[in-house]
């Protein structure tokens, strides 16, 4: 171990290598990692043990699922998805930041819980043009959420189910407490927070030991190619992966790497509602909060329960952030009722097919589309034609 961690940080270790439980070894590990002082000399050090870390924890949740899977029970924070689904956090705290207000703005639902302590999830359906957004108040995320405190497991393990999550905040009160508490608890339990997954795979092999290829010209750029990959190969073996195939796409950093080994990392899309935007000297607070976390959360939005202020087309908002557009499927001349959701930045009629099912794009022959107020209504058309909103699909197959 090197001599760059002083004193507390060894004794921490020692601790952790005696421990002989997967509990103790992960609580000596994570106390060891946050003795470590964080400089250019430990970088190798930190993610190293970051990757052991993953590893027992890994570990450790497959350990509780196998006894979750004996008992067979059904948790009441698990709601199935219904449309797309919304879920609302917040902070804890006494009044409440207005979470279950807003669900009532929306949807109209849990009307006689506003103002009250609410212990379990609360649900409601909120449809804009045909496209229906299921949205769960879900209870307050506490201090120490991540470790189990006030049900917060069950709480975030809903969370990396869900299309999107809404972080209420109270412009009342201090906005970066709040904040700072809903992102840490939602970092330590492996959840990212609007960022692409890093630019890696990893494909454990039989053989060959540990690979590691730069396939992009962007990936050649990164500094020091010859440590770097070193350094890959002694986090990804740390891992658990003894023989394996490493690919890198772009540019990347040593916690990538450690991301990427652990399946529990969930990357989730989310934006900020301000609530209580009625109240004096919130209007200030909402625009500090909007220019804080604008490079992070591209969506933050003003709301007023009390003014019943809300944007009018919140639907097309949350659709255009999640890269989502609405098109409509067609069979012998009659079209679908329910719109056909469909992602990605420039969707084309292959996503159709495949969104549909696999043997449509297997058998596909040609699809018809219908735009209306375009130049030509009707086209026949193949499978790289680019939709757009609203667009009236019928696949024809040569089967």
Known sequence: MSSNIGPEAQAAYNKYLDATSI????????????????????????ALNKSRLSKLRREQEAQKTRIKSMGKQVSPFSIKKEGIQLILISDYHSP???????????????????????????????EYNKVRYQIVD???????????????????????????????VDLSRNYKEQMDLLLIELHKSHVRINIPPPPITIEKTGSNKIQVFYLTNEAKENNNIEELTERIREITHAGGIRNGIVKI???????????????????KKAIILGTKGD???TKNTFYNLEEYYSEQFPVVIGTSV?????????????????????????HKGIVAEKPLLIEGIQPT??????????????SFDYATVIRKDARQEKKKVGLDYELKENDIIELHTNK
């Open 96 to 126: 409440g930041v207005g979470k279950t207000s807003l669900l009532n703005l929306l949807t109209g639902a849990a009307k006689e819980k506003i103002a009250k302590f609410t212990p379990l999830p609360e649900v409601g359906i909120y």
């Open 138 to 168: 879900m209870p307050s995320i506490m201090e120490g959420a991540s470790s189990g405190i006030g049900n917060g497991k069950e709480i975030i393990s809903q969370l990396r189910a869900c299309d999107l999550i809404c972080f209420c």
């Open 249 to 267: 796409f772009g540019k990347i950093d040593l916690d990538n790497i450690v991301d990427t080994l652990n399946p529990s990392i969930s990357y």
């Open 349 to 362: 009629i292959r996503d159709v097919a495949i969104k549909i099912h696999r043997s449509f794009l297997e």
């Open 23 to 46: 509990d103790e070894k992960i609580k000596r590990l994570e106390e060891y990692l946050s003795l470590v002082p964080k400089h250019k000399a430990t970088e190798k050090i930190v």
């Open 306 to 330: 009390k003014k019943k202020e809300i944007p009018e087309a919140f639907g097309k908002i949350i659709l255009k952030f999640l890269n989502k557009i609405k098109v409509y499927t067609m």
């Open 279 to 281: 109240l004096s000297q």
